[in-house]
């Protein structure tokens, strides 16, 4: 039967071939034309296959595209064309009905969950935890006729952290095989396929192969049978641990012989094993030419009749060490009386040439016992030795000899002379030791005096003229006693100034290597003379901190040094008192000296003989030590030598002026005089 056509089919015809239908589609548009029609069910989507409903007068879409905030957004699309309604963008049922289910949802927010419980890795959760089976494996021994093959145990460990295994065989000693770490750890491969072992191949009483050799796991320990247990391993009854037999073998206990009672020799031996007598001898060999008693231990050895004789070495005795004088062997006493004169072509000497050997009776303190043609003295033995014959031969008399010792005679120590090289106490421990020390220096005096120096103006003494003129600094270091001297350069003078003579310790006079005795502050006065080296320097000046310090420590040094140096320094202190006084009373005598200064220059224009420049080197010349004081006779003597009209009144005023008692400060009278 055919199914009949709906009324729209019989109204319309053909669809897209009535003439009405184009002019619709093109008043309606052909896109909304073909968007309103739907196919007939069960005929395909395809052109006259499809119906468009003629009730439908709204062909418009729905708007998509919005603005907010003055940026533009797309939106899904709620109805079709023409109104009709969408199924794509709606909710089905069974959403709208678990929307129904989630309301609290959505209203009151996502319920708080339980927080996941803690993630521990393998490495953390099985650290430190390791299988351990016990095992063997069999070697075959190829060459060898003791034994066809060895049972070599060891011990299988299994990683849980990381599923790693190890091989570990216990070391015997004296065994001759490499043994120790036969596999190291690692993932041991299973098969050819890539597999790796697991816990879970392993277990009692099966074979394991590992790079081709069997293992037989006979036993575990307890945590790993606990902890397979708990993994639901049926674990195999133990097995017994396979030992090697060629081990075994040895390891049985050596069969004992009882030795009859019949061999002497042998129950000698057993019963004086290790027990030695120890005798204290002296060899007295004094008769010959350098000849000296030499002590040494006598050992004889109670298991076979054997003596020893062994030297006693010193410390720094000179001999060289060969300790033993007699090497272990039985020594004969008595020999057989020979008649044959012919020589003996052997050293050794047979038994048969023996009548009687030493034995112990043959020893004893304070008797003498003749060793292969040496003598020696017994003084006295050991503790064991006393016992042995007290108990053996019952003798009680241990009583030991006191042995006297020449006395060494003493060689007297000459010391040689001084070469006068270096510091005679630094030359002299040459001759106390062949690695000489540096003699002991006075750390607390270097130490309290560091940086103190003591500096003189010496001239030098000599027939020579120009040698006369030469002036010296010499410099004492109180922290080391040490002397330089040191020459200012002067120009034009000929003679290179700079370093006479380097730091050292001079010697006085006359003193000796064995009695020397150096130069001291106390010995630098003003006026003394002094030898260095040959040398002879005359102390003309010094500096003003030799005074200060010599008055600072007066309990160190003689009154006599300290007063030289006050009677040197007095007339330069007297004229700086003086100039401080004068400054500090009257205020107005600088301005009173300049004034007259300057009347003395408009007299002194009248002379015009006076030549100012010949004056200030006359006056500086005659200032030997340069302290620009003069003695007043001396002064107006040279006045007078020079023209200078002392006898005015403006001339003699400045001389007043400038004078204090009987010495004068010239450079203040030479102002009057400007060169």
């Not at 319309?12 to 052909?30: E, F, L, M, Q, Y």
């Not at 005798?279 to 050895?301: K, L, Q, S, V």
């Not at 270097?446 to 000599?462: I, P």
């Not at 102390?539 to 005074?547: P, W």
Request: aromatic fraction near 12%; proline fraction near 7%.
């Amino acid at each position: 039967m055919r199914t009949p056509l709906p009324p729209e089919r019989l109204r319309t015809g053909r669809a897209g071939g009535c003439p009405g239908d184009g002019v619709a589609g093109a008043r309606g548009g052909s896109a909304s034309a073909a968007m309103s029609s739907e196919p007939w069910p069960g005929l395909p989507f395809l052109p006259g296959c499809a119906f468009r409903d003629l009730m439908k007068t709204s062909f418009h879409r729905s708007q998509t595209l919005g603005y907010k905030n003055g940026f533009a957004f797309s939106r899904l699309p709620t109805v079709g064309i023409g109104g009709e309604r969408l199924y794509v963008n709606q909710l089905s049922q069974a959403e709208l009905d678990e929307l129904s289910n989630v309301r609290p949802t959505l209203t009151y927010g996502q319920a708080k969950q339980a927080p996941p419980s803690g993630f521990i890795p393998a490495h953390v959760a099985f650290d430190k935890k390791i299988l351990k089976f016990d095992a063997y494996f069999q070697e075959d021994v190829p060459l060898s006729a003791e034994e066809h093959y060895r049972i070599r145990q060891v011990c299988i460990y299994y990683y849980l952290e990381d599923d790693s295994m190890s091989v570990i065989e216990p070391v015997v000693q004296n065994s001759g095989l490499p043994q120790g770490k036969l596999i190291r750890r690692h993932r041991v491969p299973k098969n050819d396929h890539g597999d790796h072992y697991h816990w879970k191949d392993l277990n009692r009483g099966m074979n394991i192969t590992m790079y081709g050799r069997t293992y037989r796991i006979v036993d575990c320990d307890p945590f790993t049978q606990v902890f397979l247990e708990s993994q639901g391993i049926e674990l195999n009854p133990p097995e017994e641990m396979v030992f090697d037999p060629y081990t075994e073998l040895h390891r049985m206990p050596i069969r004992k012989y009882v030795t009859p009672s019949d061999f002497d020799q042998l129950k000698q031996f057993l019963t004086y094993d290790k027990q030695v007598l120890r005798f204290y001898a002296m060899w007295d060999d004094t008769d010959n030419m350098f000849g000296e008693n030499r002590p040494y231990i006598i050992h004889y050895y109670l298991a076979n009749d054997t003596v020893e004789v062994r030297e006693v070495y010193k410390q720094n005795d000179g001999r060289d060490p060969f300790p033993i004088l007699i090497k272990r062997q039985r020594l004969p006493k008595t020999f057989v009386e020979k008649k044959k004169t012919f020589p003996s072509c052997v050293l050794e000497i047979s038994d048969q040439e023996v009548l009687e050997w030493y034995t112990a009776k043959d020893f004893a303190v304070g008797k003498s016992t003749t060793l292969l043609g040496r003598t020696f003295f017994i003084y006295d033995c050991d503790e064991f030795t006393r016992n042995f014959y007290r108990d053996k031969f019952g003798i009680t008399d241990f009583q030991p000899v006191e042995i006297k010792k020449k006395p060494l005679e003493e060689v007297p120590q000459v010391i040689p002379p001084y070469n006068g090289f270096g510091f005679l106490e630094d030359s002299l421990q040459n001759c106390f030791s062949l690695l000489p020390k540096p003699p002991r220096k006075d750390i607390i005096k270097m130490l309290e005096n560091h940086h103190k120096v003591l500096r003189y103006q010496v001239a030098l003494e000599s027939p020579n003229p120009e040698d006369r003129k030469r002036r010296f600094i010499l410099s004492y270091f109180l922290s080391n006693d040490m002397i330089s001297i040191y020459e200012p350069p002067v120009r034009n003078s000929g003679i290179i100034g700079g370093k006479y003579l380097g730091k050292t310790r001079v010697a006085k006079p006359g003193s000796t290597a064995d009695n020397a005795t150096y130069y001291e502050p106390s010995d630098l006065t003003i006026g003394s003379t002094i030898e260095v080296f040959g040398h002879r320097f005359v102390i003309t000046d010094a500096d003003e901190y030799v005074l200060n310090y010599m008055e600072s420590n007066a309990e160190s040094f003689p009154a006599a040094t300290l007063q030289s140096l006050r009677d040197h320094f007095r007339p330069r202190q007297v004229v700086k008192e003086t100039a401080n006084s004068d400054i500090a009373t009257v205020g107005t005598s600088k301005q009173e000296l300049d004034e007259l200064i300057k009347q003395v220059q408009e007299e002194l224009k009248l002379h015009k003989s006076l030549d100012n420049k010949n004056i200030h080197e006359a006056f500086l010349q005659c200032d030997e030590d340069g302290s620009g004081i003069l003695d007043k006779a001396k002064f107006l003597a040279l006045c007078d030598s020079l023209g200078v009209p002392t006898k005015a009144f403006l001339v003699n005023k400045l001389i007043d002026l400038c004078s204090c008692e009987d010495k004068i400060n010239y450079h203040d009278f030479l102002k009057a005089f400007p060169s």
